[in-house]
């Protein structure tokens, strides 16, 4: 019972990481039907960044606001410089160029912090807290509180503020709102800021909990838009429920038959979903009218 709580605790934390990254695909789809394909770079470079800022101030928590800086700016590029000139041309350039501004990104990043997996120091004890029997790393507990409180803030930030019904009334109609008088090109920029954001921040998480590299973002935002399909990408519900389905079922495989088979429940569960429900566990299918 014991280490089945312990199983239970780290699928939720990895799972909640996978949902704030998912969470991400999320909030660009919404808005302009597109998709950031470099998201796991944001991730790795939320992370190297933190790790850079840590050693210079000694303090995990200052350095927040410094990796959502830098994955706001990161997602602003991708949006200016790939999403951007796609939309204006009505074609699927996108796909290509978020893919190739995240290799360019990977690189530099291998440039400036190297091909080495670093260790980046944990804000908190690394002594297990023993919860109802079971160990539970700090950092484990962090990770859930800090991603639900992210999504979270950008719910409420999206349901309070002039900004966010900007962002909702994109997302329900791009013409209408521009119609409307929505600058519905900035609204498009902000929700790729916000995604790169959240992904950025979910690096800084994570970081203390396994080795930080240029390369870590690319399994975890692949699984991540897993996840996102999983899910839905009309549903926030659906990217965090997505998110804990697969952080279990990677958890338990990987204990119970092995490591090696870890991947395999959350690409059948993915399979499963396209065949079946293509818009998702929790998503809606658009109808359009002719």
């Not at 770079?41 to 928590?61: F, K, Q």
């Not at 996102?228 to 990408?233: P, Q």
Request: proline share 3%; net charge positive; glycine share 14%.
């Amino acid at each position: 019972m014991d280490m089945l709580l312990q199983i239970l605790f780290s699928g939720i934390a990895l799972g909640m990481i996978y949902a704030v990254i998912a969470f991400g695909y999320q909030l660009t789809f919404a808005t302009s039907g597109t998709l950031n394909f470099g998201q796991g770079e944001a991730l790795a470079i939320g992370a190297l960044i933190g790790l850079s800022v840590v050693d210079r101030i000694g303090n995990y928590w200052l350095t927040i606001p410094v990796v959502l800086l830098a994955g706001a700016i990161y997602g602003i590029g991708v949006e200016r410089l790939g999403v951007r000139p796609a939309l204006k041309a009505k074609s699927e350039g996108w796909i290509m160029a978020t893919i190739a501004l995240g290799i360019i990104m990977k690189n530099i990043a291998e440039n400036i912090w190297g091909r080495d997996d670093l260790k980046f120091p944990s804000p908190v004890s690394e002594a297990p807290l023993h919860l109802f029997g079971a160990s539970v790393l700090p950092m484990e507990i962090i990770v859930i509180v800090g991603a639900l409180a992210l999504m979270l803030a950008v719910e409420l930030f999206n349901r309070k503020s002039i900004y966010g019904k900007a962002i909702a009334a994109t997302a329900a109609d791009r013409e209408a709102a521009g119609l409307m008088g929505i600058n519905t090109g900035q609204v498009i920029t902000f929700s790729y800021a916000l995604s790169c954001a959240a992904a950025a921040f979910a690096g800084i998480l994570i970081a203390p909990l396994t080795l930080t590299g240029a390369s870590m973002g690319a399994a975890l935002g692949l699984k991540a838009f897993a996840v996102a399909i999983i899910g839905g990408l009309t549903s926030g519900l659906g990217v965090i429920i997505g998110g804990l389905i697969l952080g279990l079922a990677e958890t338990f495989t990987g204990f119970y038959l092995s490591t090696g088979y870890k991947d395999v429940p959350g690409l059948v569960l993915l399979l499963l979903v396209l065949a079946f429900k293509p818009a998702g566990l929790f998503g809606k299918t658009a109808i359009k009218k002719v």
